[in-house]
């Protein structure tokens, strides 16, 4: 009963209503527009879940995008999006590892349950930009033989899936603007998709929804940072 009533309050009522919203209109626009694959409605309500433990800074966070990261992978295998396949296999997956292990250990006050929010320097942001280019410039000829659906948007997917990747691992509040840019380009390419098979307007709800709990993540991670520099335990600069 101790464990229920921790849980219960865990999250807000906003984070709460955010989660159960997300979860209903994920599962109702499965049972519209799919019914068929039930491995789009598992990954969708997965990836879901680890939004609103990351927007927590919660370390569940990054061990669930692991398992969406698998999922996602085989549902943009299905419609010849190998950019996504690649990426969330070869790129989001196992730096979602290395983000598990960053957050576990560097826990805020000892609190395993909440990441110390980090600043990233100016010399880092250049170094990032830099790194994104040069991923970005290697990935399009990848795609492009394998012959990727959707080229240009599916390299702007890289672009925004790694430099997500990237801010969630150094602990930036900036990780949830990345993956909301990351949730546009999605929107559109499964829009893309659903022009050919109504089924993946599934998917593009899902995304639609994950905007909206990123946004979410941004907000509470600044007031997350914002109460940690309060209390001067967090450093100014990036470690």
Same mark, same amino acid.
């Given at each position: ?39 789009? #409605? ?6 879901? @879940? ?27 295998? @299905? ?7 690649? @990426?969330? #296999? ?8 290395? =983000? #598990? ?29 830099? #790194? ?39 602990? =930036? ?67």
């Amino acid at each position: 009963m101790w464990k229920k009533t921790v849980v219960l309050h865990y999250f807000t009522k906003a984070e709460f209503f955010l989660w159960c919203t997300s979860v209903v209109l994920i599962a109702v626009s499965f049972f519209i527009f799919d019914r068929e694959n039930y491995l789009t #409605l598992v990954a969708s309500l997965v990836g879901v @879940t680890s939004l609103i433990f990351n927007a927590k800074g919660n370390p569940i966070g990054q061990f669930l995008v692991l398992i969406f990261s698998a999922l996602y992978g085989i549902i943009s295998y @299905t419609f010849a999006y190998y950019g996504e396949m690649i @990426t969330y #296999l070869g790129m989001t997956a196992p730096m979602a590892v290395f =983000s #598990l292990i960053a957050w576990l250990r560097n826990p805020y006050n000892g609190n395993r349950a909440e990441v110390q929010v980090n600043r990233i320097g100016k010399r880092e942001v250049v170094f990032m930009c830099l #790194l994104t280019a040069v991923i970005t410039f290697i990935f399009y000829f990848i795609l492009a033989a394998f012959h990727t659906a959707n080229l240009i948007p599916s390299t702007i997917s890289v672009t925004t899936s790694f430099l997500a990747v990237y801010l969630t691992f150094r602990r =930036s509040a900036f990780y949830a603007i990345a993956y909301a840019a990351n949730d546009i380009v999605l929107i559109i390419l499964w829009i893309l998709a659903a022009y050919a098979d109504i089924t993946y307007l599934s998917v593009v709800i899902c995304f639609v929804l994950f905007l909206f709990n990123d946004i979410y993540g941004f907000i509470n991670w600044s007031k997350i940072q914002k109460r940690q520099e309060a209390t001067g335990s967090q450093p100014a600069a990036a470690r």
